[in-house]
Each structure stands twice: as C-alpha cells, then as structure tokens.
C-alpha cells in the first residue's frame, strides 16, 4: 500500500503511517487506511473520484461510495450547515433493548451527584455474590465501554468507575449501569458535532483530586476541533501522589504527550499549525510550578519523565493558561457532576441534537431536567 500511494504522489504522515495525504495545487486529498479498508477525503469530489481510479489499477478495490457506517458509527452529513455528526443512535437503542431497558425512563445525569461507589458495595456474603455474578454486568459494561470510546464522552468517567467492579459487583454498582442506560435512552440522538467552519484546536486537561478508595487521582483531557471532540481520554494515575497540585501536574504532562501529536498529525494534513498551542489548565499552582520551578523541595521525589512538561513550555511548544473550573469542559471526564454541567460540558465536547422536549429525572416526585443539547 504504501508503494502504491507514493507512488501517486502521496506523502505518509508522520504522527502516523496509516494516514497518506497530497496537495495538488489548491486542493489537498487524505487517505487513511485500516487494515483491508481505506477512506478517501479531500476538497474536490472530481479528484477524489481520479485517485480511486489510479488506486483501482494497483489492486482490485470495492467501492462502497460516501461513509455512511464506519465501525458501527453513523456518519452525517449536513450540507445546509457544512456540519458532519458522528453517533451511535442504532446501536445505543439495540443494547438498550437487548438488556431489557427498551421503555426505560430517562434521566438527566449517568451518575447521581455526589455519589461514589466503592468495594464496601460489594457484597458481604458469598450467597450475595453468587447471586450477582448472574446478572450480565460484564455484558453490559462491555457494550458501553464502545460506546464511550467511540461517540459518548459524557460516559467515560463513569463507565471507567464501573469497570472496577467487574470481579466483585453490588447491587449498586449495577443500579448505576441502569441508571447510564436510562441517560442514553434519553440522549440516544446525541451525535458528536463538527462544524464547517474553522476552529483552532482546543485543549482542556483536569483531575478528580484523588477521590477513590485507590487514592490515585484520575486525569482527564479532552482536544476539540470545530466544535467537536476528536481525542479524548481518562486513566488512573501510575503514582500517588503528595498533593493536588502533584496530581494537576502530572495530568498536564500527559496531555502534553497527546497535544504533541495531534498537532503533528493535523499539521502535516492542514495547514501548519502556529509554533505554540495552549492548554487549559484549572490549577494556578501547578501552571506556576511548571513555568518556574519554585517548588523543588516539596516535588524531589517526582519522577523526572514528567518534568518533560517544563523543557516543552521553555521551548515554547506549548503555552500553558489557567481556565476557571465552571468552564473546564474535561470535568466532566473525571468525576460525577450536576445536572447542569452535565449539559454544559456535554455540549462543551460537541454533543448536540435537536431540542425535541426535555428529559426527566428519575426518582421519586424529581422534577423534569431540562436538558437541551442543541
């Protein structure tokens, strides 16, 4: 393949070796490649259609026309409003059938607001447990970790806490495997969001503070681009951390990693991007320790891989800048929030549908949620 498409005039990209891109006087044409199957994009129709030809004279190709379905994802297309959505609507109401959840009440928030969940609601007798590993929780946190993965960001944080249990579930922890399905049949026609228009890369980074029984802080980042996220990511921190302002560290670092990247990929495919990129960081203190060290004595023990954030911004790579916490959109992949910046940090990542009428919570006599994601 790759013989095949230098050959045409492709050059390979070097985030990464699947992804082959040209320019050809104004226009520019992108061909990415998993495994047996290849997607071509570009800003000309009559080219793309000239390159598929030159392609088909190398090997024997099957053209199934414009992506509609790419790994179980929906792709639209909205001409009128140069917008392309990515969602998951026919696979959320199939899981949602198939775990008997197809009537199912929706409500306004996957987790409930100031909950945690730990190994103390798992159960305590051995007849308890037995009975539980009968009811299909792998199963089900199977099916929505794709779908976190793929189009829900908004499940991530708690899909990954649910994951902790799969050895020892409770009662509640399956009660908040429900609980995420009735969010989804609420938000089923949530699709991921990107607009025609440019918009520069976005990058927001966050930690939870160490809240869980492991004492190891979540990080959290999420990149967006016209309007809609395009990496996004959530992991248990390798070490425990002295303080929240080690923990914000930390999760900069990697965000960092991530930043590096995408802007290399989307360098070599768009235009290049400016020699320094931000990232939005919550934690004055730790903007403060990564620009000027002034805190070595308290941060000696800290491995020195993640003092690699301090040579990026001395370089000028990157440009670290505080944004206040009620706007920190990658909040919401790190910990369980209210109602209404559920919304706002849905939208925040792009998640958006038509405003057909409201969602309601559930519980006993809660009111409706206004959920509006449009």
């Known amino acids: 393949m790759h013989t095949a498409v230098t050959d045409l005039g492709f050059q390979v990209t070097g985030a990464d070796p699947r992804v082959f891109v040209t320019h050809i006087k104004k226009h520019i044409l992108v061909l990415t490649v998993y495994v047996d199957d290849c997607t071509m994009t570009g800003s000309s129709p009559k080219l793309i259609a000239v390159y598929k030809g030159k392609l088909h004279e190398w090997y024997a190709l099957t053209d199934l026309g414009p992506v509609s379905w790419l790994l179980g994802i929906q792709v639209t297309h909205d001409r009128e409003m140069w917008a392309i959505s990515l969602s998951q609507e026919a696979y959320i109401k199939t899981i949602i059938a198939r775990f008997v959840l197809a009537n199912a009440k929706p409500y306004s928030t996957p987790m409930v607001p100031s909950t945690s969940y730990s190994k103390d609601n798992s159960p305590a007798s051995v007849n308890d447990a037995a009975r539980m590993h009968k009811v299909p929780y792998r199963e089900a946190i199977g099916s929505l970790m794709y779908t976190s993965v793929a189009t829900r960001p908004d499940i991530t944080f708690v899909v990954s806490t649910l994951l902790q249990f799969l050895e020892n579930l409770g009662k509640a922890h399956w009660q908040v495997v429900k609980r995420v399905f009735h969010y989804l049949a609420g938000t089923h026609t949530v699709a991921l969001t990107y607009r025609g228009e440019w918009e520069d890369l976005h990058r927001y980074t966050d930690t939870d503070g160490a809240s869980q029984d492991h004492c190891r802080a979540i990080s959290g980042y999420a990149f967006i681009m016209d309007g809609g996220t395009i990496s996004w990511s959530l992991q248990k921190q390798e070490l425990v951390t002295l303080s929240t302002v080690e923990v914000e560290y930390v999760a900069v ?122």
């Open 253 to 374: 670092t990697h965000a960092t990693k991530e930043c590096i990247w995408l802007c290399r990929l989307t360098g070599d495919i768009l235009l290049p991007l400016p020699e320094s990129t931000t990232l939005h960081c919550d934690n004055q203190a730790a903007l403060k320790l990564v620009q000027d060290d002034n805190y070595h004595t308290r941060t000696k023990h800290i491995d020195i891989r993640y003092h690699f954030i301090q040579d990026v911004v001395k370089q000028g790579y990157i440009k670290l800048q505080y944004c206040p916490t009620d706007d920190m959109t990658a909040d919401i992949l790190t910990k369980v929030l209210p109602r209404w910046k559920v919304s706002q940090h849905a939208l925040g990542l792009g998640l958006h549908r038509p405003c057909r009428g409201v969602l309601e919570s559930g519980g006993s006599g809660a009111p409706a949620d206004e959920v509006e994601m449009c």
